[in-house]
T-cell receptor, first 111, second 111 residues
Framework: GIQVEQSPPDLILQEGANSTLRCNFSDSVNNLQWFHQNPWGQLINLFYIPSGTKQNGRLSATTVATERYSLLYISSSQTTDSGVYFCAVEPWKSSASKIIFGSGTRLSIRP | NAGVTQTPKFRVLKTGQSMTLLCAQD?????MYWYRQDPGMGLRLIHYSVGEGTTAKGEVPDGYNVSRLKKQNFLLGLESAAPSQTSVYFC??????????FGDGTRLSIL
């Protein structure tokens, strides 16, 4: 089956820094989602981005489907950005909109 | 609009006991899913449903059963709980080719 790899696995930054998180996938996909899991365990939808670039405030995401990767950019990090960021892909031949999760990037923002 | 609601939020069971986790969504979504999340890992699909009265196995279905008697509800059952089923369980729903929306999770411990 499709492999979803996220890097780096852990990232520690000072407040105000910028960061780039990467998601590589091994096969064609119908779509890709980025999630933020906050310290309370809630999964928050950030982006639904099968291709192209989207921006939402300090966050933006770019998916290059032909090269099988997606990037999540966080600018001017705040302590509330801490948590685990997951990408999840729906494989090209998947039925029922099933998605496969990567293992996540744990981001810690120091004040 | 509550979105996806999971009950209970926490539960402790003894080995061999049974229980049912309830997921309810008010978005009229056709597709619903149950995932488990183990420490340091992404989510893995247990079972899913493409509509009322239908269910199917996901990646890790052993030891679990599900039912979707009403479109808005998706139940996950553990017939004889085992310590290996200690995990955080998430329910999600989608209309298909749309983002998946997640509940807040159920933290389950099996002693």
């Amino acid at each position: 089956g499709i492999q979803v790899e996220q890097s780096p696995p852990d990232l520690i930054l000072q407040e105000g820094a910028n960061s780039t998180l990467r998601c590589n996938f091994s096969d064609s996909v119908n779509n890709l989602q980025w999630f933020h899991q906050n310290p309370w365990g809630q999964l928050i939808n950030l982006f639904y981005i099968p291709s192209g670039t989207k921006q939402n405030g300090r966050l933006s995401a770019t998916t290059v489907a032909t090269e099988r990767y997606s990037l999540l950019y966080i600018s001017s990090s705040q302590t509330t950005d801490s948590g685990v960021y997951f990408c999840a892909v729906e494989p090209w031949k998947s039925s029922a909109s099933k998605i496969i999760f990567g293992s996540g990037t744990r981001l810690s923002i120091r004040p | 609009n509550a979105g996806v609601t999971q009950t209970p939020k926490f539960r402790v069971l003894k080995t061999g006991q049974s229980m049912t986790l309830l997921c309810a969504q008010d978005m009229n979504h056709e597709y619903m899913y149950w995932y488990r999340q183990d420490p340091g890992m992404g989510l893995r699909l247990i079972h899913y449903s493409v509509g009322e009265g239908t269910t199917a196995k996901g990646e890790v279905p052993d030891g679990y059963n599900v039912s979707r008697l009403k479109k808005q509800n998706f139940l996950l059952g553990l017939e004889s709980a085992a310590p290996s089923q200690t995990s955080v369980y998430f329910c999600a729903s989608t209309a298909g080719y749309q983002p998946q929306h997640f509940g807040d999770g159920t933290r389950l411990s099996i002693l």
